[in-house]
């Protein structure tokens, strides 16, 4: 490269030029608004994140919980077909019906405090009676069951 051509007067000042402009020009800030806009972005990101946790936990508190009962009902079978003594029956039923009831409101004392942040309060009334019904159906099959076998036991009284 040439040595003149960098010592080019024309081309010096505008070089000066733009360096002074560089120099003067201030800081670049953001358009009117960008703070706001971006607070209430993250606000929408943390409220969709915590929801999604929120619902990850209500999921997994009904899992534990459902095999919960499931534990129970398992260990209740044995007790009920094996049994002779029908008072025996009735305080183990009862002791049992103690345990799960403690251990269903603990559970439901947590999914209370939980839930309402999660699931719209419309939802509530149709989750109460859904609830109700099974509990209803339960509590039927379980009485059938139970009439069943005393039924089978004073049959077999009978015929000994």
């Not at 997994?60 to 003594?85: C, E, H, Y």
């Not at 419309?122 to 076998?149: E, K, P, T």
Request: no cysteine; glycine share 6%; net charge positive.
């Amino acid at each position: 490269m040439n040595r003149a051509q960098f010592e080019d007067k024309t081309l010096e000042a505008a070089w000066q030029e733009v360096e002074f402009t560089f120099r003067n020009a201030g800081m670049v800030s953001p358009q009117p608004g960008f703070t706001q806009r971006w607070h209430q972005k993250l606000a929408a990101e943390k409220a969709k994140q915590e929801r999604k946790q929120a619902w990850l936990l209500v999921i997994s508190n009904l899992v534990i919980a459902l095999g919960f009962f499931g534990l129970i009902g398992l260990q209740m079978l044995p007790s009920i077909a094996f049994t002779d003594n029908i008072l025996t029956l009735w305080v183990d039923l009862i002791s049992r019906l103690v345990v799960s009831l403690k251990m269903f409101f603990g559970i439901a004392g947590t999914l209370g405090r939980t839930l309402p942040g999660v699931i719209p309060t419309s939802w509530w009334v149709s989750g109460f009676i859904l609830a109700g019904m099974l509990v209803v159906l339960w509590v039927s099959m379980v009485r059938r069951f139970l009439h069943n076998q005393t039924e089978e036991q004073v049959h077999t009284l009978r015929t000994n």
